[in-house]
């Protein structure tokens, strides 16, 4: 747990200081918690969950006083990001079995039951903060699992180990290097 929180400080920064959770429970209920301490299966609501937020807020679990969503470490989203305005729960995943290697450390966003943030435009705002930097960024409505950042023609070379166009070729090579820990085989990220 310990390393996880420390990969998503060297990723996306520290928590910042100006932001708090306020009346925000999305992650109490959306998010699947398996840790030594805690365990509760995504889309139920923590046991500890009440009308005023968490019950044992003073002694909760070690996940839940280290974990932060992505929206409590990114400045450049909107203050009506948070998840509970926005209807989107950003986080930064971790993949124990990847099945390539843009999926094994990646932020997600996950659209929540009833959100407008598509139509709104929410859902674009968030994307456009974070598909600036070299993390893989998913999108969840629910049904389905769509990889928006990198592009689609940059992805598809990173994944395969094909050689990139010259136009291509810094891109592709850099995305390859950070994610080179992910791939599956000596040939995927091989080849520039």
Known sequence: ????????????????????????????????VDTPDFAKPA????????????????????????????????????????PDQSGLLVSVNFVDQPQNCLDGVSINIRLLADSDAIRNGMAATVLDGLCDQLIPVWFSDGSRKMLMHPEDD?????????????????????????????????????AS
């Open 154 to 190: 940059v992805a598809r070379l990173v994944i395969s180990g094909d050689p990139a166009p010259t136009h291509l070729q810094d891109e592709v090579s850099a995305w390859r290097e950070r994610y080179r820990a992910f791939a599956s085989d000596d040939r995927s990220l091989s």
């Open 43 to 82: 889309g139920t609501p923590c046991i500890h969950l009440g009308e005023h937020g968490c019950g044992i807020h003073a002694v909760r679990p070690h996940i839940c006083r280290t974990w932060f969503c992505v929206w409590r470490r990114v400045a450049s989203l909107p203050d009506a990001a948070r």
């Open 1 to 32: 747990m310990q390393t996880e929180t420390d990969l998503e400080t060297a990723l996306l920064g520290p928590v910042l200081a100006d932001r708090a959770c306020g009346d925000c429970t999305a992650c109490c209920t959306e998010l699947t």
